[in-house]
């Protein structure tokens, strides 16, 4: 079957670490679609929606007094240091218990603040059976020097739990500071990135009797350094159905990030739109008008994730000493689904009306379903653009073309 077809090679254009359901089920819904047996594909894709929707993600945190863990922690949610709801951080332990830090935007995720365990009298497993193992899907140590015993120790417990567990240097802005001042002349910045990295390598092998991998970041620019590939690990190694979630949570600081995101959500984009259409009947004018006026909010939805929400805007608006509306004209967004003061949902309510008087309502309904898809992937590709053009807001004040709005099918007007 030609859908068949078309639902692999729609898979096909992500790399594995980027898609949201699994290859198994990827596999099985082909299956079914090829045996043109529709109920069953639609069920195992409604599993895998659900899977997906329902993910919560458990992220653990831990590292000793000074390293910056309670900075790191509000970098990786995208909460500024004085911002209300960030973790507390301070010269001295404010952590002795576990506590969990939601992101602000995505309730499913949550980031615990677990105290270093050179602060605690309890060794790695008591400690790990204390700090609720088992709840988070990954631990990251956090070190502002090199590891110590006890961080490695903690690995060694944390693997053999079969559990994933990554080592993240912070500071390193500082570390490269002091270097430049102590030694102008023959400062580099790349020599010093790597003697850090060999040297935390080193303790790591001593202790471990590995090289684990060692990301070197700083808590206050998270476009830059390790911190985009640590991100890029840990989707990597998440299971597909937490993936979305995870790549949602990220700050859309790099355009890797961004274009995560656009993949992520494309593709929970596309498995709705089978649901839909695998459907073999469905109450038409109720269910065409409840989903048009949620349109609005799941755009609005998607401005958020891309960093486009009103608030975000006028934090950025304020740098430029204009207004969020002024601001606002020099983005693709806003001006995508408002002509002659007619909303989104009012247009296609009459389209939708007007083909069901000729057509009838089954085949309208098909016809607002694949509609809706192209606006769902219309808006996903122009907020990812304009996010990208905010990372070099300079762009955002050039005249440019729009090649990645994608062509409208032939019964759009």
């Given at each position: 079957?030609?859908?068949?077809?078309?639902?692999?090679?729609?898979?096909?254009?992500?790399?594995?670490?980027?898609?949201?359901?699994?290859?198994?089920?990827?596999?099985?819904?082909?299956?079914?679609?090829?045996?043109?047996?529709?109920?069953?594909?639609?069920?195992?894709?409604?599993?895998?929606?659900?899977?997906?929707?329902?993910?919560?993600?458990?992220?653990?945190?831990?590292?000793?007094t000074?390293?910056?863990?309670?900075?790191?922690?509000?970098?990786?949610?995208?909460?500024?240091?004085?911002?209300?709801?960030?973790?507390p951080?301070g010269?001295?332990?404010?952590?002795?218990?576990?506590?969990?830090?939601?992101?602000?935007?995505l309730?499913?995720?949550?980031?615990?603040?677990?105290?270093?365990?050179?602060?605690?009298?309890?060794?790695?497993?008591t400690?790990?059976?204390?700090m609720?193992?088992?709840?988070?899907?990954?631990?990251?140590?956090?070190?502002?020097?090199?590891?110590?015993?006890?961080?490695?120790?903690?690995?060694?417990?944390?693997?053999?739990?079969?559990?994933?567990?990554?080592?993240?240097?912070?500071?390193?802005?500082?570390?490269?500071?002091?270097?430049?001042?102590?030694?102008?002349?023959?400062?580099?910045?790349?020599?010093?990135?790597?003697?850090?990295?060999d040297?935390?390598?080193?303790?790591?092998?001593?202790?471990?009797?590995?090289k684990?991998?060692?990301?070197l970041?700083?808590?206050?620019?998270?476009?830059?350094?390790?911190?985009?590939?640590?991100?890029?690990?840990?989707?990597?190694?998440?299971?597909?159905y937490?993936?979305?979630?995870?790549?949602?949570?990220?700050?859309?600081?790099?355009?890797?990030?961004?274009?995560?995101?656009?993949?992520?959500?494309?593709?929970?984009?596309?498995?709705?739109?089978?649901?839909?259409?695998?459907?073999?009947?469905?109450?038409?004018?109720?269910?065409?008008?409840?989903?048009?006026?949620d349109?609005?909010?799941?755009?609005?939805?998607?401005?958020?994730?891309?960093?486009?929400?009103?608030?975000?805007?006028?934090?950025?608006?304020?740098?430029?000493?204009m207004?969020?509306?002024?601001?606002?004209?020099h983005l693709?967004?806003?001006?995508l689904?408002?002509?002659?003061?007619?909303?989104?949902?009012?247009?296609?309510?009459?389209?939708?009306?007007?083909?069901s008087?000729?057509?009838?309502?089954?085949?309208?309904?098909?016809?607002?379903?694949?509609?809706?898809?192209?606006?769902?992937?219309?808006?996903l590709?122009?907020?990812?653009n304009?996010?990208?053009?905010?990372?070099?807001?300079?762009?955002?004040?050039?005249?440019?073309?729009?090649?990645?709005?994608?062509?409208?099918?032939?019964?759009?007007?």
């Open positions: 079957m030609a859908w068949a077809s078309s639902f692999d090679a729609f898979f096909k254009n992500f790399k594995r670490e980027s898609k949201i359901i699994s290859e198994e089920h990827i596999t099985l819904i082909k299956s079914y679609i090829e045996k043109n047996d529709l109920q069953k594909a639609r069920s195992v894709i409604n599993d895998a929606i659900r899977d997906i929707d329902n993910a919560p993600l458990n992220i653990a945190v831990t590292g000793e000074g390293t910056g863990k309670s900075t790191f922690i509000n970098a990786l949610r995208g909460v500024e240091q004085e911002e209300e709801g960030a973790a951080s010269p001295v332990e404010t952590t002795m218990k576990r506590i969990p830090y939601p992101h602000p935007k309730l499913n995720v949550t980031i615990w603040d677990l105290p270093g365990i050179g602060s605690t009298a309890f060794p790695p497993e400690y790990l059976t204390e609720k193992f088992h709840e988070y899907d990954f631990f990251i140590i956090i070190s502002a020097t090199r590891f110590k015993e006890n961080d490695a120790q903690l690995a060694k417990a944390i693997a053999k739990m079969n559990m994933n567990f990554y080592f993240v240097r912070t500071k390193i802005d500082n570390d490269l500071g002091n270097e430049e001042k102590s030694k102008p002349k023959t400062f580099n910045k790349e020599n010093v990135l790597m003697k850090i990295r040297e935390c390598s080193k303790h790591l092998q001593e202790a471990l009797g590995t684990p991998p060692v990301f970041v700083s808590n206050f620019d998270v476009s830059d350094y390790d911190f985009p590939k640590m991100e890029t690990k840990l989707l990597g190694d998440l299971p597909p937490k993936r979305h979630i995870f790549s949602l949570s990220l700050k859309s600081a790099t355009e890797a990030t961004i274009n995560h995101k656009r993949d992520s959500l494309k593709q929970k984009v596309y498995l709705e739109a089978l649901k839909a259409g695998a459907m073999a009947t469905i109450p038409f004018v109720g269910a065409i008008r409840d989903a048009i006026e349109l609005d909010q799941t755009f609005n939805l998607y401005r958020s994730y891309f960093g486009l929400d009103d608030d975000s805007l006028k934090k950025i608006a304020k740098d430029f000493n207004s969020m509306n002024d601001f606002k004209a693709r967004f806003p001006h689904f408002l002509e002659d003061n007619e909303s989104l949902g009012e247009k296609l309510l009459k389209f939708i009306k007007r083909v008087m000729v057509t009838g309502g089954p085949v309208a309904s098909g016809l607002y379903y694949e509609k809706t898809y192209y606006l769902h992937n219309l808006f590709d122009t907020a990812a304009d996010a990208i053009a905010l990372l070099n807001k300079k762009e955002l004040f050039e005249k440019k073309e729009e090649p990645y709005i994608s062509k409208p099918p032939d019964y759009w007007e």
